[in-house]
């Protein structure tokens, strides 16, 4: 693990793999921090370099007041790319991090090869539910982040993967209940007011969707809508709920590998 500064505080980040393999960076989930994509690290680094990093106010990087901006969050990517003297790299972010890697992709494609979009959508959600969201962890702290944990199960993961993976589950849950209330609602704000819908016309590199079947947050409706206005981009569905890259596994791997060494 190691950190670079970043406004206000400092970016806790990690890489694994040759170095001189290409780039691949990983954006975690709201509530949850790179280790989110362990299950991941062994097949990816047999062709990448990977960089995955806590998103500002997650894991071990630093809680800068907020509320944040998913730009903010994008800036805080290319931060960390020039940090470490990478000129072009591969993106792949998941939920929160996949409305990062739209922001990228429309604003800073000459620094992005290709991206992934993982159980995500142009715009999550309504404000009603995030603001209710924000005010509730404020409010609540830490035993607040507890209750979401054990409310996140359901949204997550379907219930017989949840029954048969518990161990796991759990794993995954609980970096959300470790989360900062002022971090994640810092970050709710930026879901919150992320909407790319009149923007994903201008992305010209090579896009692929990944959706979950079972996705109540991020339906793969969303991911439709995405496909239909990214020109090019490619759409994959698995048979899971929202941490997809969790509950399909190797299956998830292999195909966001083939488009990634496409």
């Known amino acids: 693990m190691a950190t670079i500064k970043i406004a206000g505080g400092e970016l806790n980040y990690r890489l694994d793999g040759r170095e001189d393999a290409?780039?691949?960076?990983?954006?975690?989930?709201?509530?949850?921090d790179l280790h989110m994509w362990d299950d991941q690290i062994p097949a990816f680094t047999e062709h990448f370099r990977v960089l995955r990093y806590d998103t500002r106010g997650h894991g071990s990087s630093s809680?800068?007041?907020?509320?944040?901006?998913?730009?903010?969050?994008g800036k805080d990517v290319i931060a960390l790319l020039d940090a470490l003297n990478i000129q072009k790299a591969y993106f792949c972010g998941l939920s929160m991090g996949g409305l990062i890697g739209q922001w990228l992709a429309v604003n800073t494609g000459d620094r992005i090869r290709r991206v992934?979009?993982?159980?995500?959508?142009a715009k999550i959600g309504n404000d009603d539910v995030w603001n209710t969201r924000i005010d509730t962890v404020l409010k609540g702290g830490q035993k607040a982040m507890l209750d979401l944990r054990d409310a996140s199960i359901a949204r997550w993961f379907t219930t017989d993967f949840a029954e048969a993976e518990s161990i796991k589950v759990k794993r995954i849950t609980d970096m959300l209940a470790n989360?900062?209330?002022?971090?994640?609602?810092?970050?709710?704000?930026?879901v919150r007011d992320g909407d790319f819908r009149d923007q994903l016309t201008s992305v010209t590199i090579p896009v692929l969707i990944v959706a979950g079947t079972h996705d109540a947050v991020t339906t793969p409706e969303h991911g439709r809508f995405m496909q239909e206005h990214i020109a090019g981009a490619e759409y994959a569905e698995f048979s899971a709920a929202h941490l997809s890259n969790v509950q399909a596994g190797d299956?998830?791997?292999?195909?966001?590998?083939?488009?990634?060494?496409?």
């Open 251 to 262: 299956v998830f791997t292999q195909r966001v590998l083939a488009f990634l060494t496409a």
């Open 63 to 73: 809680v800068t007041p907020g509320p944040y901006t998913i730009e903010q969050l």
């Open 179 to 190: 989360t900062s209330p002022e971090g994640y609602a810092a970050n709710c704000a930026a």
């Open 116 to 121: 992934v979009l993982c159980n995500t959508a």
């Open 22 to 32: 290409p780039v691949l960076v990983l954006s975690n989930s709201l509530g949850t």
